[in-house]
């Protein structure tokens, strides 16, 4: 049922008298996003020299163990010839100090050496003891040293960059201030992320593990599924849009999604048929009540009584629409639930088949006389 007013009731429609129905309620958030790695890996090698070899390309997939670089070996390998060497002496001098002792507990136990004689041998003992520990520890060190020169990969992946030659000479992160040279990034790219952002008005609505449906221009006709992963608490701001950063995890087995790709993102977060639902145009608040009660000739002493008494959540999740009573308008509070802009879902104060008023905002209906008064000064007299 349509009411109008004016002198051409043709022309503007202030309001309609809709009925409290089912209805499916669809709501889908757009964004746009680009892909990234779930995570990287900076290649370097703990040894410091001239790259001698480099095994992988950009774009090349490596396996966890591989050998992705070899370093100059011959300073590692002289003092790992040098360690062995030294362990070898060690061990003589302990043997030594070892018969020199058991010699010196006999005699001191038939006094044949004095105390300071039988300790200063003891002390010999230890020395040597310690110094084959030494040269122990300086082989270890020289073993791992050498076995540095040769960079493995730490994962299964793919080679992303690569920032060295060979030729290079590279200086090691544990011996460099600054970190040590960078050789290659490499990322697993079996499941990569996509970074999207979500208005603020939306993000209320996005919970983590919800489905998303993503799509490149690369194929088009191809849909990739993803879930939520994250949604980052710090907004971003550009030209007062603030919108927050929120992760999607994606399997990518196929390897078509490749890192900075464009992405359109389509979050689903409403999908149900709804058992009580009204226009959202019916709903008012205590701020444009009384407008929209003037239009329907309801007196302000009727409103006035009506808005005595206030709702918790009003604004929120409390609001007033006008209910169609014997052919009369009634104020009456509702509580809403989920909407898909269009139309509200009622959780209480209507029932299915009651009649409400659905009138436009107070601007909107201003326009239209604005319009109107327009309209009626171009006809001729």
């Known amino acids: 049922m349509t009411t109008s007013c004016g002198d051409n009731k043709k022309d503007f429609d202030f309001f309609t008298v809709e009925k409290v129905q089912s209805k499916f309620l669809e709501l889908i958030i757009e964004a746009s996003g680009s892909v990234e790695a779930i995570s990287s890996i900076e290649i370097k090698s703990k040894a410091s ?39 070898g002496v060690s061990k003589v001098k302990l043997d030594n100090a070892s018969s020199q002792l058991e010699r010196g507990k006999q005699l001191h136990e038939g006094n044949g050496i004095s105390d300071k004689s039988f300790e200063d041998i003891q002390e010999l003992h230890a020395a040597a003891r310690a110094q084959l520990v030494r040269a122990e ?50 990322a697993d ?99 444009n009540i009384r407008f929209v009660a003037s239009l329907l000739g309801m007196s302000k002493r009727e409103i006035k009584n009506f808005l005595e008494v206030r709702e918790k959540n009003e604004g929120f999740t409390k609001f007033i629409v006008i209910k169609k009573v014997d052919g009369k308008p009634v104020p009456v509070w509702i509580e809403t639930g989920a909407t898909d802009f269009n139309n509200v879902e009622v959780l209480s104060g209507l029932k299915l088949n009651e009649e409400i008023y659905v009138v436009p905002s107070d601007g909107l209906i201003k326009n239209q006389d604005e319009f109107k ?5 171009r006809r001729p007299i």
């Open 189 to 287: 790219l079996n499941k990569v992320r996509v970074r999207s952002y979500v208005d603020e008005v939306d993000i209320g609505k996005v919970s983590i593990g919800q489905k998303v449906s993503l799509r490149v221009s690369s194929y088009k006709d191809k849909e990739f599924i993803g879930y939520v992963s994250k949604i980052e608490p710090l907004a971003r701001v550009e030209q007062n849009v603030t919108t927050f950063p929120v992760l999607i995890d994606i399997d990518n087995k196929e390897n078509l999604l490749l890192l900075g790709m464009t992405t359109e993102v389509e979050i689903n977060v409403l999908n149900n048929e709804t058992e009580l639902t009204v226009p959202s145009g019916a709903l008012r608040t205590r701020k």
């Open 49 to 87: 020299g001239e790259i001698l070899y480099l095994g992988a390309e950009v774009g090349d997939t490596v396996k966890k163990g591989d050998v992705l670089a070899r370093i100059d070996q011959r300073t590692p390998s002289n003092t790992l010839s040098q360690a062995e060497a030294d362990i």
């Open 137 to 186: 520890v300086y082989l270890e060190n020289a073993r791992i040293a050498l076995e540095d020169t040769l960079v493995r990969s730490p994962v299964t992946g793919k080679v992303i960059t690569r920032q060295a030659e060979v030729g290079t000479v590279i200086t090691s992160p544990t011996a460099a201030v600054g970190g040590g040279t960078l050789l290659m990034r490499m």
């Open 373 to 377: 008064d327009m309209l009626n000064r």
